[in-house]
């Protein structure tokens, strides 16, 4: 297990142009070519262990893809039974899309996925999907993986959703594409509209009309996708935290996606008081602009509203609150549960650990800013609790440990964090 000790930092001032490429598009980018009649064309993918599982699970499923280091083109005459089991790795996204996609195929396949992903629910997906006609099992009454998909044909649905969720909106709307007859899906909430937005621009017949989506199955094969991934806002958020937590220090954060559904958390953190401002350059698939952050006083803030737009976010803008003054609270946030860690428990114990007064409750938290102290943090295999905490250590200096899972999502994070302050990695020997 590895372990990196962080550095308190100075005031800085910072433009980055090579934050992360997006990790939900980079995702969808691959996967979608798969119902494209001709070559598809992907700059700019996240080259993390997530997507590359996605990237190889599409070569398992029978398409044919040319990597030369900067353009992915992926062209596919219909998806193939695969020779292999198809290994998602830390990915809840890709297992629960390619559920969708997969359910209506011809042929057997096995998804499965690392030891903290074999741990995620999939009932979410797995009861919809079966309840159209798709075969599935799976451990626990079809809910953990591995799971064993048997193609089948799906009949049409209105489908209503409890939760607000993306992967579960999506894995819907890639199962509607081949259903039986015209789909419609509704949520509590809008959630990240990634997979609407794409497929429309393919020539999907999706239309979205408040919270309802309506999908007409696929008559032909849809449009290629030609795509640059922009920058993930997701990854970009921990240096803006950096900077709204450094006196006297500004980030230009460049080439990110500007979809309202993911600027949430910036637009959270610009209420605390940060000096944030956007600038839109470029508007094709999906809204791409910059975004600069500046240093300010912070002042706590309740966090209530659009969750599933900002849920990825929560541990790093948790980090801001521990640095403002007064006591911030998030509620409906239950779904932090049930990512690759217990997120609500992970953030609380890790603050308590530095000397936060938290407060946990079922569906989220509460955090009275104060001081930060030193502490070491064990991640639980999670990168994004991982990278917050380190973040949290450019304030008073930090110890964190099971970093693996950084490579899952953000491999250039510690080169970024290196402009900022001095950071020392070692292994622990776990005997």
């Known amino acids: 297990m590895s372990k990196v000790e962080v550095k308190k930092a100075n005031s800085f001032s910072l433009n980055i142009s090579n934050i992360a490429p997006d990790k939900s598009i980079s995702h969808r980018s691959v996967m979608f070519s798969m119902l494209a009649n001709g070559e598809s064309q992907i700059t700019n993918f996240l080259r993390a262990e997530d997507t590359l599982n996605s990237l190889e699970i599409v070569k398992n499923l029978g398409a044919k893809v040319i990597d030369d280091g900067t353009t992915i083109k992926i062209s596919s005459d219909g998806i193939k039974e695969p020779f292999e089991i198809l290994d998602c790795g830390n990915s809840g996204t890709g297992m629960r899309l390619f559920c969708g996609l997969l359910s209506s195929a011809n042929g057997h396949f096995i998804l499965t996925g690392d030891k903290y992903l074999r741990k995620r629910p999939m009932k979410r997906v797995t009861t919809p999907l079966r309840s159209i006609g798709a075969i599935i099992d799976a451990r626990d009454d079809s809910n953990l993986a591995p799971l064993s998909i048997r193609g089948a044909s799906l009949k049409a649905f209105n489908y209503e959703s409890k939760i607000a969720s993306a992967q579960v909106k999506s894995c819907m709307i890639l199962a509607a594409l081949r259903a039986d007859g015209v789909c419609s899906y509704t949520e509590p909430e809008l959630s990240r509209d990634h997979t609407e937005r794409m497929l429309k621009g393919m020539g999907a017949d999706v239309v979205v009309d408040g919270l309802k989506t309506t999908i007409k199955p696929m008559k032909n094969l849809l449009k290629p996708l030609v795509i640059r991934v922009p920058a993930d806002p997701s990854s970009a958020f921990f240096f803006a935290v950096a900077a709204a937590i450094t ?65 990825d976010e929560l541990p790093a803008l948790s980090i801001a609150m521990a640095c403002a003054t007064g006591t911030s609270v998030v509620k409906n946030a239950e779904e932090l549960r049930v990512k690759e860690s217990d997120r609500i428990s992970t953030v609380v114990d890790g603050l308590n650990a530095c000397g936060i007064k938290t407060t946990e409750y079922n569906d989220g938290y509460t955090v009275t800013g104060g001081i930060l102290n030193s502490a070491t943090i064990d991640s639980d295999g999670d990168h994004r609790i991982a990278m917050s905490f380190i973040i949290a250590g450019l304030r008073c200096g930090m110890q964190v440990t099971d970093l693996d899972c950084i490579n899952t999502s953000f491999p250039n994070f510690f080169e970024l964090l290196e402009k900022i302050t001095e950071i020392s990695h070692s292994k622990l020997d776990l005997e």
Do not use: C
């Open 247 to 311: 006196p006297d220090s500004t980030v230009v954060l460049q080439g990110i996606t500007l979809n309202p559904t993911r600027i949430e958390a910036f637009k959270a953190l610009q209420r605390m008081g940060a000096d944030i401002t956007y600038d839109l350059t470029d508007d094709k698939y999906e809204p791409i602009g910059n975004i600069t952050v500046k240093q300010a006083p912070l002042h706590a803030i309740t966090i209530e509203e659009n969750i599933s737009w900002l849920i």
